[in-house]
């Protein structure tokens, strides 16, 4: 008899990633000939810096092709540990043996997810977040729980905020700052009190530091310099944004000892070593710091003079309101009360794309449905011009 598909309870609540999603609508119009606009995509439009290409080829020349530990090679955990310790860390200094490596800072958070949380637990996400968290909370079978910020506040979360949502089922939050979809930067007082709460109420923290790197008014602080105490931090980096390697896939986590050794036994099941060949990668990025800072800056500083561009362009549509964008690559705009529809954001989405051919992601994709999230990796131009037709969409002039 043919076996028909039900999908099995671990999976019966997921939705197809709504970022991905948006690329493939944006891939299809364009295949089909249609100039669009793609201001859907996360990921920085450079190529990876030569001198990291480089080590990638001579490490494959020289043999780096075969499994490795699962935890990644000792001396790219030594150098990620050796850049965690270049700010004053609480406690003893990060070792090899807290940093898991992974095939990207997604699998890094999924397996966090997984190793800290299961049924009956509550994770706080502060929202609007990054599609993903909400379903890695429910794959690990816990609840997730929304928390949304103040727009007055840049859409970001206080510490009361998350005092008040608490219940003694509470296990954790997750954390991301710089934010994507926002592109806010939480202050270093405002990620003490949160850290300090959850500290004081034993919640794991997964800090998700991704977009640490890409920030333009002053440096995004870590919270590996903040937090009064190591011992509920998970910190979840990689290479991805800031290096512009998102198909290498390499992600990490900084963890207590404990909680990286059941990571490592989880993803020795799943997946078992990142590639091989991009662990060296990795490490040239990681450990060639000079080189690594020049590349960075560079990138940082075009995303600035884009984000300027972008915010610019909006100028003369004083009605458009949108969170100000201090990091990442993202600009999200409130279109609530679009053409008088429920979900305001998908409406504007699905518009912008057909009627203005702009490629964007709606903001439930995100957790806050009266908004839209536009990316500004891409030639200023091509931004200008996308953010122009969406402020045009959005007043109807
Ligand atoms: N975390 C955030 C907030 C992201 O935006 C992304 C990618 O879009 C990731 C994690 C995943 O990054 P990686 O390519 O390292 O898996």
Sequence with gaps: MPLTFQPSDNIVRLRESATLAVAAKARQLKAAGIPVI????????????????????????????????????????EAIAAD?????????PVTPAEVVVSNGSKQSLYNACVCCFGPGDEVLIPTPAWTSYFEMVELARATAVPVVGEIGN????????????????????????????????YSPDELRDILALAADRGWWVIADEIYQRIAYEAPAASVLELAPTRDNLIVINGVAKAYAMTGWRIGWSIAPAAVSKAMTVFQGHATSNASSVSQQAALAAIARRDEADAE??????????????????LQP??????????????????????????????????????????????????????WVRASYATSESIAVEGITRIARCLTGS
Aim: charged share 15%; hydrophobic share 45%.
């Design 38 to 77: 793609d201001l859907g995509a996360g990921e920085p439009d450079f190529d990876t810096p030569a001198f990291i290409r480089q080590a990638a080829a001579e490490a494959m020349d020289a043999g780096a092709t075969r499994y490795t530990n699962t935890e990644g090679i000792l001396p790219l955990r």
């Design 84 to 92: 965690a310790n270049r700010v004053q860390v609480q406690g003893t």
């Design 154 to 185: 840049s859409l970001k979360v206080s510490a009361a905020q998350l005092a008040a949502v608490a219940t003694p089922r509470t296990k954790g939050l997750m954390l991301n700052s710089p934010s994507n979809p926002t592109g806010a930067v």
């Design 296 to 313: 960075v800056n560079r990138m940082v500083a075009a995303f600035r003079q884009r984000r300027n561009a972008v915010v610019a362009a």
């Design 317 to 370: 549509f004083p009605t458009v309101t949108y969170v100000y964008p201090s990091g990442a690559f993202y600009l999200y705009i409130n279109v609530a009360g679009f053409r008088g529809a429920v979900d305001a954001g998908a409406a504007f989405a699905s518009a912008v794309l057909e009627e203005h051919q702009v490629a964007i992601v709606p903001g439930s994709a995100f957790g806050t449905p009266d």
